[in-house]
């Protein structure tokens, strides 16, 4: 019985976890970033929405993406495999969750 209850609790708080995670943009970014290996850069970086240089770049943002933003961070992770900055993200929304995913360049 206790090993149910021990089961149950261990699962519970694991789902609540999830939640927390996803709940807003900035925080889908932040875990993100924090799980692909870049601690410090999830935790001191600013996230702020991408403002797009084009019209027609968003218009076709909007046909392609379009429960989705583009969000930028100020201080992006440098990964040295493509010797290059992770600064774009999109972040999908799904019901009331969020899920970010590294966009390149925008």
């Known amino acids: 019985m206790k090993k ?3 089961n149950t609790t261990l699962v519970i708080v694991v789902v609540v976890i999830f939640l927390l995670l996803h709940l807003t943009p900035k925080i889908a970014i932040r875990t993100h970033v924090l799980f692909m290996g870049y601690p410090i850069e999830s935790f001191t970086s600013d996230i702020y929405e991408y403002k797009f240089s084009y019209k027609v770049d968003k218009n ?3 046909k ?3 429960n989705a933003k583009a ?3 100020t201080k992006p992770p440098f990964e040295k495999a493509t010797e ?3 600064s ?3 972040v999908r ?3 009331f969750l969020y899920f970010a995913d590294i966009y390149g360049e925008t």
Do not use: D, V
Request: hydrophobic content about 40%; proline content about 5%; overall charge positive.
């Open 71 to 73: 969000y930028t961070l």
């Open 84 to 86: 290059s900055e992770l």
């Open 88 to 90: 774009n993200y999109i």
């Open 60 to 62: 076709n943002f909007i």
């Open 4 to 6: 149910i209850i021990r």
């Open 64 to 66: 392609f993406y379009p």
């Open 93 to 95: 929304k799904s019901g």
